[in-house]
Every structure is written in structure tokens, then in C-alpha cells.
């Protein structure tokens, strides 16, 4: 087909000036980046698979809450077997970058910026799930599924009709757990959330949080999945902010007692 050899050729021929005008990032975690050459505010990024991409998430996120502070979703294409898309730069450091040990980040700084992040997680909590959707987990903004953790995140899974199918992935033993330990995790209300919300995804710039970034495994999960990532020490959750969402930073009890409940053993978590 003469078509579909000249548009592959035209989107080989974009993919090589975008790289050509961009530089890989030197930071930390994000080698699937790269910057553009020239200071110009733009940010090209890869995802190795077709479907549920970055450009998908930022591309739902634009539209149902534009005042969000993630990036712009400028261009996007397919080739081969990988996605691309161009999307804004935003400024400032990251809170990785902020906390290189011995250093942590400033508690001041802290303070003001966990309000923030905070008030980003309410608002994605808000957002309301798509009718075709409904009850259904581990979902992109696209409609397919996500990095699955019983595949280490290298395999994908769902998307699963409610968070019981979820979790029937996760455990082999679900059916011993008694009722009434699994009933606060089903019960759990499906949210957007980012799949990574780390030190090397939030950027500070001037005392404040200037964005959110890394949304490619986003989508519908149960509120307390998010907690599973917040208080899950790494060398990405480490320090002040460690401390913070483990010991200090309580969720709305239902949250908390899905979480709990969803760390009994013999049930699989995030």
C-alpha cells in the first residue's frame, strides 16, 4: 500500500528531527526522556507499546482539568512498536534532585508543597469516571490496561471489571480471606490517579510545586493504590517525604482501612 509506506516514511522522517533536536535527560529515572536543544520549553518522550501512553493520559488530563499543573500535550505518533509525544516542559527542580543524601528536602519547602501535591490528588479524585467505564480498575484514559504488579510492571493487565477481578490477579488464595477483611478494599472507590507519584516526578520551582509529571501508567485504580507507592520506601520515597505520607499524612478513613486491609497476607497489593 503506497499510502501506508509513504506515511510510515513521513513519520520516520519526524521521529529523526525530534531527535535530532533533542538531547537525552541527565536526570535521575527518566531515560525515556529528552529535552529540546535551543532552550525551547518542550519535552520529547518515548513509551515502548501502543496503547494506554502518556499521550493518552496528558490528552484526557488537558481537557477535563486544563489548570492542572502537568505538562501540555503538543504532538504525538506512533511507529512501529512505540509511542511518541511532545509535551510542554515545566520549570524548576525536581524533589529527587532537591534531597541527594546527606540532604533532604527543606521542611519549609516541604510544607507548602505537599499542600499542593495534596490538592492535585483531590482534584484527580473528583474527576468523574466515563459512563462506559464504570467500576472498571487498572484502566488507561484509551480503555486498555496498565503495568501489572504481578508481572513486575512489565506485563500488562485489566482493564478488570471491578477491584475484586483486580485483586483475583494479584493472589491465588483471595477465596480463603474472610469476607469482612475484603469487603473495605472492594468497597474502595475507583479513582484517576498517576501510577508513580515520587521524588523524581514532582518539580518545585520558587517555593512552590510547579507540576506533576510521568503519566503514562495513569489511570482508574482504587483510592488506596496510590498509598502503596507513597509508603513504599525506595530510594524514590526516602527522607522527609517518607516520613511524611507514612507517619504523619492520614487519607479519609476509608481510604486507610482499605489500605490496611489490602496489606493482610495472602492478598496481593500495588
Not at 35 to 48: D, N, Q
Not at 185 to 198: K, T
Amino acid at each position: 500500500n503506497i499510502w501506508v509506506y509513504f506515511r510510515k516514511t513521513l513519520l520516520g522522517a519526524k521521529l529523526w528531527l525530534y531527535l535530532r533536536f533533542t538531547a537525552p535527560s541527565d536526570r535521575e529515572n527518566q531515560h525515556k526522556i529528552r529535552f529540546f536543544r535551543f532552550g525551547i520549553p518542550l519535552v520529547f518522550k518515548c513509551t515502548e507499546r501502543l496503547y494506554s501512553t502518556e499521550a493518552d493520559a496528558l490528552r484526557f488530563l488537558n481537557r477535563v482539568l486544563p489548570h492542572l499543573p502537568i505538562p501540555k500535550l503538543v504532538d504525538s505518533f506512533q511507529l512501529d512498536d512505540a509511542s511518541y509525544c511532545v509535551m510542554t516542559k515545566l520549570p524548576g527542580d525536581t524533589l529527587m534532585e532537591m534531597a541527594q543524601p546527606p540532604d533532604d528536602i527543606d521542611p519549609d519547602l516541604f510544607a507548602t508543597v505537599k499542600d499542593e501535591i495534596l490538592s492535585v490528588i483531590d482534584a484527580l479524585w473528583q474527576i468523574p469516571q466515563p459512563p462506559e467505564l464504570a467500576g472498571k480498575v487498572m484502566v488507561s484514559a484509551s480503555g486498555g490496561g496498565l503495568p501489572h504488579p504481578g508481572g513486575f510492571y512489565e506485563e500488562m493487565g485489566g482493564p478488570y471489571d471491578n477491584t475484586r477481578e483486580l485483586y483475583t490477579s494479584l493472589s491465588l488464595g483471595l477465596e480463603a480471606i474472610p469476607s469482612a477483611v475484603l469487603e473495605p478494599i472492594f468497597a474502595d472507590h475507583i479513582v484517576w490517579q498517576p501510577a508513580d507519584l515520587a521524588l523524581q516526578n514532582v518539580l518545585v520551582h520558587d517555593g512552590h510545586l510547579s507540576g506533576i509529571i510521568d503519566w503514562e501508567d495513569a489511570g482508574w485504580y482504587p483510592r488506596h493504590w496510590l498509598l502503596h507507592r507513597l509508603r513504599n520506601l525506595s530510594p524514590t520515597c526516602r527522607g522527609l517525604w517518607a516520613r511524611y505520607w507514612i507517619f504523619t499524612h492520614k487519607f479519609d478513613p476509608a481510604v486507610e482501612e482499605a489500605y490496611r486491609a489490602s496489606k493482610t497476607p495472602g492478598i496481593g497489593k500495588a
